[in-house]
């Protein structure tokens, strides 16, 4: 089984200042691992996905996130955020070995403020 | 691309009533789809997942006849909740997961939101 922690709820930030959202997982067996945001009343959008090679991987948006499979997380940064960056971003996992199931972190709130 | 659809995007029912949600891949064939739960300010829990041709798989705590699934087509599948009660008002999502893709890959519809009067 594989769980997900996003320990902040909430992560208010001024325009155009850097931002980390944080993202823990525990799993048994390997995993792809994602970041998804959600705008309101909104279906989610993959924003950014980890499924091998380089560690670092990077948005069309700005958006990078780095694997680090020694303190198992997936955090998520930008240098520079934007008030269109607010939202509620997802982290989730899910296993390689098939199944398909995803299994998500319980979301963080990016308010981007003037 | 990789568009998926649902409909209706929100809908208002009476209790005791039953409401069918449907989620379409537009330009892609689904082998597997997947119904989420969405309730405010919380993540997604998984209900089902369901193949083409075959019979939805629940998560532990669905219950399978209060919500029904049908994935007749490789481009369709639908929730129907049946006599629907002020609890299951929530935000409803679905995807689809391409055809033979080996990244585990989900994209996502855009939701559809119950409330149960």
């Known amino acids: 089984a594989q769980s997900v922690t996003q320990l902040d709820s909430q992560v208010p930030v001024f325009e155009e200042a850097p931002v980390e959202l944080r993202c823990n997982y525990s799993?048994?067996?390997?995993?792809?691992l994602f970041w998804y945001v959600q705008y309101p009343n909104q279906g989610l959008q993959l924003l950014l996905k980890?499924?091998?090679?380089?560690?670092l991987v990077e948005s069309i948006n700005g958006f990078e996130a780095e694997f680090n499979k020694s303190q198992t997380s997936f955090h998520l940064r930008k240098p520079s955020v934007h008030i269109s960056d607010t939202a509620e971003y997802f982290c989730?996992?899910?296993?390689?070995?098939?199944?398909?199931?995803?299994?998500f972190g319980t979301g963080t709130q990016l308010k981007v403020e003037l | 691309g990789a568009v998926v659809s649902q409909h209706p995007s929100w809908v208002i029912c009476k209790s005791g009533t039953s409401v069918k949600i449907e989620c379409r891949s537009l330009?892609?064939?689904?082998?597997?789809m997947f119904w989420y739960r969405q309730f405010p300010k919380q993540s997604l829990m998984l209900m089902a997942t369901?193949?083409?041709?075959?019979?939805?798989?629940?998560e532990q705590g669905v219950e399978k006849d209060k919500f029904l699934i049908n994935h007749a087509s490789l481009t369709l599948s639908t929730l129907t909740v049946t006599s629907a009660h002020p609890e299951d008002s929530s935000f409803y999502i679905c995807?689809?997961?391409?055809?033979?893709?080996?990244?585990?890959?989900?994209?996502f519809g855009p939701g559809t939101r119950l409330t149960v009067l």
């Open positions: 330009d892609f064939q689904a082998t597997t």
């Open positions: 995807s689809a997961r391409k055809r033979a893709r080996s990244s585990n890959e989900q994209f």
């Open positions: 799993s048994s067996v390997s995993v792809y």
């Open positions: 989730a996992v899910s296993p390689t070995g098939g199944g398909n199931k995803l299994t």
């Open positions: 369901s193949n083409e041709g075959s019979k939805a798989t629940y």
């Open positions: 980890y499924l091998s090679g380089s560690t």
